[in-house]
């Protein structure tokens, strides 16, 4: 079984910086992408920023210039460092991985159980 555990939410006030991350566990062969969703009430869930296994990056337009993902192979873990927070980027925050689990079966999507941002003064 694989696990994807997120850590380091909070509240912090606008302008501030937090960061989250987030650890895979479980019989891993391989992961592929690994990527932030956030959730905000009464929203759909949407991307963030993921990164690829060589280390590219993505980011959602709204976060561009603001936050920064990376990860750590050996680790098995993903980071989110956030600057400049705002009100809007309140959220429940999703860590996502395309992880191959089971030799000879295709990769899947895992998602973990999600870490709250606030912003707010």
């Known amino acids: 079984q694989v696990q994807l555990v997120e850590s380091g939410g909070g509240l912090v006030q606008p302008g501030g910086s937090l960061r989250v991350s987030c650890a895979a566990s479980?019989?891993?062969?391989?992961?592929?992408?690994m990527g932030w969703y956030r959730q905000a009430p009464g929203k759909e869930r949407e991307l963030v920023a993921d990164?690829?296994?060589?280390?590219?990056?993505k980011y959602a337009d709204s976060v561009k210039g603001r936050f920064t993902i990376s990860r750590d192979n050996a680790k098995n873990t993903v980071v989110l460092q956030m600057y400049n927070l705002k009100p809007e980027d309140t959220a429940i925050y999703y860590c996502?991985?395309?992880?191959?689990?089971?030799?000879?079966?295709?990769?899947?999507?895992?998602w973990g159980k999600g870490t709250l941002v606030t912003v707010s003064s």
């Open positions: 996502n991985g395309y992880i191959r689990a089971v030799a000879g079966r295709a990769a899947m999507y895992y």
């Open positions: 479980g019989n891993i062969l391989s992961i592929y992408d």
């Open positions: 990164i690829t296994s060589v280390g590219v990056p």
